[in-house]
């Protein structure tokens, strides 16, 4: 008997000692839980400067009421050291609690620091056990920490973070950003041939008047266009209609409006607005020559949305001539995207280098050495099959004479 | 001895060849996998395990002619005194040496989470439920591996449909692009990864109740553990790229650590945790075992019991011999090529032997 309850307690105080998580034990209330994280590299001294948002669990706690919101949902804190590494270390030295990354949402890097090559902070986020590579990837044509620092109008949630993350994350609504994590980035980085793109985020001033006339600007922060990378480093950015270019190749165009000035005469300077329903690309590598072809093959489907005066769809051939300009809108976007990756920044975003080693791989040995030469003249043919299916559920727009 | 008093039955049997197979050698394998053989990395697993199914069914005919000894019993018989002793010797040192290697990498997995706590010290613990389990006997840990296989299988694929939204398999193409022979040479690491199961067999074999179930079972375990590992390889190296999928140290890990299920639950690394330590339990008791009992015969004791203790002692403190977890992936990539590989080599070669000299039973 005593010996049963001997074994019971001493298997419980076992328990206790190895569940409590042994040296390695830290409560909830000694971590510092990051929502957002900016990276810059300082002008003139070349360290690294880092900016967090910290999670306030208190402030979120006690509600939007302001009967004690008082406080501020996040903390913003920054520091600067020789690495990103060294610059946490530092911070930890006045927040007193230990960096929770698990829950970071997105890393913003400022443009210095992105074209002086993103792989050392990369590296940092995959070797670390905290930070986790869903994180979001976001380039900033200015200071990064700055986006962090300055207080934003207009959100629907109290962590920017979030804010931040749904913001992105929503990108197909509108198809003129791209949608990248780290683990996006880094596994572009193993396959070696391709490089990475990113989102590009902003900050805007808008201006407003009062009630009483007074005048103001508000801040307000934008996801819009693409940073392109070559290699680790920043080679420039695409503009909303050449990230859509983008969008079309690789095939992640969710929805979007495309406008095409109307076929007909009276329509004014109206645009016939196309809703786009679904859209798919295909990359395919030819020989020709011996030499390397790439052929885009692109479709889309759409639904006609806003009709100008003068609207009339049951003549023939005028639904064929709208589904004409909408595919060359798209085609004129693809191409402004080539145009830019291939000859203005050289970088291979969209994978033709894989792609010609995947169905050519004798031939692909010979030429793996030069690819970086034969990239920016290779020929691309563009094929847009554009269609339109729908009207809504009127077919011909009823405007008063 | 210890096959005449434990007694294990073919589904039993089919769940040890499993738990040999998949192990924890689901978290390593296709590191080498990828250094050697790229992107056809799955292939040299295909490979292996295709090779170690029928390997495997060698050594069943082989036991049916000694179906009351183990392979460091038979092994003297049929090569000779000397020379099967000396082999037999090899058998259990190489057992032993590996125990301790994956007690390290058991640990290794742990210290990630909890990196102030000393490593032996998770050892120890981990030391403390084998030596446990060892003592209750092989009906026992053939319990526990009945009870824990299925539940590892099932997470194991769990976790792999759970980041197969994310995989593009177009990344896979062109297959062979540099003909066979890199998935051949992939073969030297992949080949005994899959013997690890066989060889463990060679000893329990004369336990199962049933010998007509030995070949059911591995004709079964092995191509059923070699496809699911087959896939597993294949999708890492689709996720993650080839140069990814061989310089993380635990490329499953990060998967799972990706994954989204339903677009809200993420975290699924706990899962990752529970798998990890019972597969490590389940591989530890499948190393130790021929190391402990092979000892025994081989020493011509009654018991094996009394030598539990010690020698756990013993691979706990071998496990202590690598400096870092670079020297521990050395070592594990190197157990293959110089212990595995020849053992797996010896069971043919001890069947053609055995036919040749028409040595059996009496």
């Known amino acids: 008997m005593t010996k049963k309850v001997l074994a019971v307690c001493s298997s419980i105080l076992l328990f206790l000692m190895v569940s409590s998580g042994c040296w390695d034990s830290v409560e909830l209330d000694r971590r510092a839980i990051i929502s957002a994280a900016a990276i810059d590299l300082e002008d003139k001294t070349g360290r690294i400067k880092v900016t967090l948002h910290i999670t306030r669990p208190n402030a979120l706690a006690r509600g939007t009421d302001g009967g004690g919101g008082q406080q501020e949902p996040v903390w913003v804190v920054s520091s600067a050291g020789y690495s990103l590494q060294d610059a946490l270390k530092s911070l930890t030295t006045y927040t007193g609690r ?20 993103i792989f050392p902070f990369i590296d940092f986020m995959i070797r670390d056990e905290g930070p986790r590579s869903r994180m979001l990837l976001l380039v900033t044509e200015g200071e990064a920490g700055k986006i962090l620092t300055t207080r934003t109008e207009g959100k629907l949630e109290r962590i920017v973070g979030i804010e931040l993350e749904r913001l992105v994350r929503n990108y197909t609504s509108a198809s003129r950003s791209v949608l990248v994590d780290l683990h996006d980035v880094i596994s572009k980085f193993s396959r070696g041939i391709i490089s990475p793109v990113a989102s590009r985020i902003e900050l805007v001033e808008s201006k407003m008047e009062g009630d009483g006339g007074e ?5 307000e922060i934008r996801v819009d266009g693409a940073a392109v990378f070559k290699g680790d480093k920043l080679a420039g950015w695409l503009n909303a209609p050449e990230t859509r270019g983008y969008l079309w190749i690789t095939g992640d165009v969710g929805r979007g409006v495309i406008l095409v000035k109307p076929p007909w005469k009276g329509g004014g300077t109206t645009p016939v607005n196309l809703n786009i329903r679904r859209a798919s690309g295909i990359i395919k590598a030819k020989m020709k020559d011996g030499k390397p072809v790439i052929v885009i093959e692109v479709s889309e489907e759409s639904e006609l949305e806003v009709l100008p005066r003068g609207a009339d769809l049951d003549r023939p051939g005028v639904i064929q001539s709208l589904e004409r300009r909408q595919a060359t809108v798209i085609k004129n976007e693809i191409k402004a995207c080539l145009r830019k990756a291939q000859q203005e920044y050289k970088s291979d975003i969209f994978g033709f280098g894989e792609e010609v080693r995947r169905q050519f791989p004798a031939e692909w040995k010979k030429i793996e050495e030069e690819w970086g030469e034969i990239y920016p003249h290779l020929e691309v043919a563009v094929q847009v099959r554009a269609k339109i299916r729908g009207t809504g559920l009127l077919v011909n727009p009823v405007h008063p004479e | 001895m210890f096959q005449d008093r434990e007694k294990i039955s073919g589904h039993q049997a089919l769940m040890l060849i499993l738990a040999g197979g998949i192990g924890n050698i689901f978290v390593v394998m296709s590191i080498p996998a990828v250094k050697e053989a790229g992107r056809n990395g799955w292939l040299s697993v295909l490979l292996g395990y295709g090779i170690a199914a029928v390997l495997g069914l060698i050594l069943v005919k082989l036991g049916l002619r000694f179906p009351r000894k183990t392979i460091v019993q038979y092994l003297p018989k049929v090569l000779g005194t000397v020379p099967g002793k000396f082999l037999g010797l090899f058998y259990i040192l190489g057992w032993w040496g590996m125990t301790g290697i994956i007690y390290r990498e058991n640990a290794e997995l742990v210290r990630f989470f909890l990196p102030q706590t000393p490593v032996i010290l998770i050892s120890v613990f981990m030391a403390l439920l084998v030596v446990y389990a060892m003592r209750q006997g092989f009906e026992v840990f053939a319990r526990t591996a009945e009870l824990l296989v299925p539940v590892m299988i099932i997470f194991i694929i769990f976790g792999l449909v759970a980041v197969i939204q994310e995989i593009d398999f177009k990344t896979l193409l062109p297959v062979l692009e540099n003909g066979l022979g890199p998935v051949i040479k992939g073969l030297q690491y992949q080949l005994p990864y899959a013997m690890e199961t066989v060889l463990f067999m060679a000893l329990w074999l004369p336990c199962l109740s049933s010998q007509k179930n030995a070949a059911r079972a591995v004709a079964l375990g092995v191509p059923a553990a070699g496809l699911l590992l087959t896939v597993m390889v294949a999708m890492t190296i689709a996720f993650l790229g080839t140069e990814l999928a061989s310089h993380l140290v635990y490329p499953i890990y990060y998967m799972l650590r990706y994954a989204l299920v339903g677009y809200f639950l993420t975290g699924l690394e706990a899962v990752f945790i529970i798998l990890w330590l019972t597969s490590s339990y389940l591989e530890i008791l499948v190393f130790f075992y021929p190391g402990v009992i092979g000892l025994a015969q081989w020493l011509n ?10 020698m756990a002692a013993v691979t ?28 797996s080599m010896l069971i043919p070669v ?6 040749l000299r028409k040595i059996r039973e009496d």
């Open chain 1, 98 to 117: 230990e960096l929770f990354w698990g829950d970071n949402r997105i890393l913003i890097l400022g443009k210095k620091a992105a074209e002086k090559g």
């Open chain 1, 215 to 219: 005048k103001g600007s508000q801040k």
């Open chain 2, 301 to 310: 004791l009654k018991d094996y019991k009394p030598l539990i203790m010690p």
């Open chain 2, 316 to 343: 706990v403190a071998l496990s202590m011999v690598p400096h870092n977890v670079v020297e521990m992936l050395a070592l594990d990539s190197l157990k293959n090529p110089t212990i595995l590989l020849p053992l």
């Open chain 2, 350 to 355: 001890t069947w053609f032997v055995a036919v």
